[in-house]
């Protein structure tokens, strides 16, 4: 059974930074990544990583956010810095995981990031 245990989520003022982690248990991961959803819209992408290592990030983040993961704790961190009051949202882990020789998308319960203007 999947198991997702986000951390790190809280209030910064704009200009600050937040780290936050997930670590995965129950199967084998390939990507690994975060999304997040503001009040009143859509959850969208923040950043993936896959396995090799290689990062897909959203445009409105890249410069300012970092994606890092380590394979053998099955954590992936998001390191955010320069925090703007717009990337005030939930924040959630997402891994794509091995299930019965099939893979599926698993989603954690969320970590609210506030950024105060």
């Known amino acids: 059974q999947v198991q997702l245990v986000e951390s790190g989520g809280g209030l910064v003022q704009a200009g600050g930074s937040l780290r936050l982690s997930c670590v995965a248990s129950?199967?084998?991961?390939?990507?690994m990544g975060w999304y997040r959803q503001a009040a009143g819209k859509q959850r969208e992408l923040v950043a993936t990583?896959?396995?090799?290592?290689?990062?897909n990030y959203a445009d409105s983040v890249t410069g300012r956010i970092t994606i890092s993961r380590d394979n053998a704790k099955n954590t992936v961190s998001l390191q955010m810095n320069s925090l703007k009051p717009e990337d005030t949202a939930v924040y959630y882990c997402?891994?794509?995981?091995?299930?019965?020789?099939?893979?599926?998308?698993?989603w954690g319960q969320g970590t609210q990031v506030t950024v105060s203007s």
């Open positions: 129950g199967s084998i991961f390939s990507t």
């Open positions: 997402y891994v794509r995981a091995l299930d019965t020789l099939r893979w599926y998308d698993y």
């Open positions: 990583i896959a396995n090799t290592g290689a990062t």
